[in-house]
């Protein structure tokens, strides 16, 4: 898959022996981001619904590498083009978490603060 010639060919073999593996990935990776959607409720759902966009993207740019792949389309098809979604993949899901890193922390700060006020004030009946 990562030799030249194979990396610049516009028209890769569809019977590769990882495209099956692939298929079950790009399913697998749609079914995640749309359980994070579904099932995370509280408030660190403003958190992980930043990872939601690029796992849906590259589940769905995954899909579409794969059958057109199979049907032998140029280019599309290619493992270059898959190693750029790869790349374009990995640099999104770093700025989000970058951006995490940073802001988790200021909202537990947050968090803890108010808990800290809440207390002293009387709880309504």
Known sequence: MFDKISLLDPIPNPNAPYFVALAIAAVIV?????AIMLFVKNEWRRFFVKYVP???TFGVL???HLASRYEGLPWIASN???ILLLAI???WILVV?????ITVPKFTKEREVKARFEKYLPKKK
């Open 30 to 34: 749609i079914l995640g981001a749309t």
């Open 54 to 56: 690029p796992f849906y």
């Open 62 to 64: 995954g899909l579409i």
């Open 80 to 82: 270059i083009f898959f």
């Open 89 to 91: 993949f990995a640099i």
């Open 97 to 101: 978490a970058t951006w995490t890193l």
